[in-house]
């Protein structure tokens, strides 16, 4: 009996190496993704601002110069911006259909078929997001791979709270045992109460994202008539002081105002507004900094337009 158990052992193994690659857990490769995008974002906003500045010596221009280095910034942040996005709209996608996969396995299960077939077959249905994670899943549990282990695999893949909270509730239901059906049903009502206290407080925090940008704009106004008007006419003032050769008198503290600089400040000062306000707007929004960085190139991309127009 001893040297049958030793002889078993190895085929224990053997079995588990033999899973195909194409089927083994896949690894996230978020990481890697991200990477390549870092770079790709790096080398393009490297070569922007290499350009513009050839550009604005060649020309003798320094606001070519300036506006070449925020470009060649917000070129460096798009790519990163985007892969945030669609990085943001799959999780979405993947929480959206978390309650109609727990209902597909409520039905699945109230039909007949234990908690395992009724996974299986729910991963022959179209769920977005959920589709790929579910279908690895359930080739994962075709393999042999410990229970726990495939869900584990399963919620890193999805990798958002709520999949990772529903993992860990399947796999308490399946080792207490009971009426699975209610646990399901219990799961279910849990997921769509998250989800709609979610969506309450985004429609709450909503105004708050507006009142930002509101600020902003009025911000951008004001900015933009000083130097339409007040700075214009303090020019003016300058033209006229030097013609006529007179240093002092009520308007001679005008002579050595430097226009250029204080124009300079105030698109400073709305770059860092643009910063600071666009990522206050991606916490308050979606609960997250990085996703405020849509915001951020937004309002920069503003404020250039704004700036520029009032030089033409």
Known sequence: ????????????????ESIPKGLQPSRPFTSKKLFRVVVFSLVAAIAVIFITQQIG?????????????????????????????RDVQRRDSVDKHM???LLALLSSVQS???????????ANR??????????????????????????????????????????????????????VSENL?????????MQNLEKS???QLAPYTYTIYISYFVFLAVAVILVTSFFSEIEKVQESLVDTGTEGGMFGSLADMDIGLMETALF???????????????????????????????MIVIAVIAFNITTL
């Open 1 to 16: 009996m001893a040297e049958q158990t030793k002889k078993q052992k190895p085929k224990r193994s053997k079995s588990k």
């Open 57 to 85: 010596a060649a020309s003798g221009s320094g606001s070519i110069a300036e506006i070449g280095l925020i470009f060649g910034a917000i070129t460096g942040i798009f790519p990163i911006t985007i892969y945030q996005l």
């Open 99 to 101: 309650p109609v996969f």
């Open 112 to 122: 007949g078929a234990n908690l395992m077939k009724a996974i299986e077959q729910t």
């Open 126 to 179: 179209n769920l977005g997001a959920l589709t790929p994670p579910l279908k690895n899943l359930r080739a994962n549990l075709s393999w042999g791979m410990p229970i726990d282990e495939a869900f584990d695999n399963f919620a890193a893949s999805t990798g958002t709270r709520v999949s990772k909270r529903v993992t860990l509730l399947l796999q308490m239901a399946l080792k207490i045992g009971g009426d």
């Open 185 to 193: 049903e219990m799961i279910q009502k849990h997921v769509s109460d």
């Open 201 to 203: 407080r985004k429609s």
């Open 268 to 298: 400073n000062m709305a770059i860092i507004e643009a910063i600071f306000g666009g990522l206050a707007a991606g916490k308050i929004g979606a609960g997250s900094y990085v996703a405020g960085v849509k915001h951020v190139v937004a």
